[in-house]
């Protein structure tokens, strides 16, 4: 297993695994990732925004998920877990787990604060959020582009914990 930076090559890939994962739930709708423009080149999305990294995770050579960290309120210093998706064949490896380590030691460096949006269907996610540390809301932040997303995380990166007590 690789975590690495993505490259331009990755594009493709991680745009089928993300469009695939929504589909396979019945989430290939508006409001979703599934449609966000930026999904066609996630490489120059995030290379082209300050404090900002997107990781794919390898496999045996290949690109079988990723993780990203964007500003979401730069005055506020909170930042956006984005994208965490993984391909079906690569659950249940520990590589979720190992990513949100990668995206969170990279967040508390430039952020305090780190915010996702979800849905409660995908359980498995929202499990390992609260194992992270993060708190569901009532309510989005003002700012929030996916509407069809039902749950909100919000993390507090002041004080990161050590990975390894992560369960």
Known sequence: MIIREIKKEDNAKIKEIIQD??????????GTAYFDPQLNDLHQY??????????????????????????FNEQDKICELQKLYLATKAHGLGL???????????ASKHYEKCYLETTHDLKTACILYEKFGF?????????????AMNAWYLKDLSNMPKWQSVP
């Not at 994962?21 to 508006?30: C, E, V």
């Not at 932040?141 to 996916?146: C, E, I, M, Q």
């Open 21 to 30: 994962s929504l589909k396979s739930l019945g989430l290939d709708i508006p």
């Open 46 to 71: 995030y290379n082209n925004l300050k404090h900002a990294n997107y990781w794919v995770v390898e496999l045996e050579g290949e690109v079988v998920g990723g993780i990203g960290i964007a500003p």
């Open 96 to 106: 979720g787990k190992k990513l949100m380590e990668t995206a969170l030691s990279f």
């Open 135 to 147: 708190t569901l809301l009532e309510e989005p932040l003002a700012g929030s582009d996916h509407s």
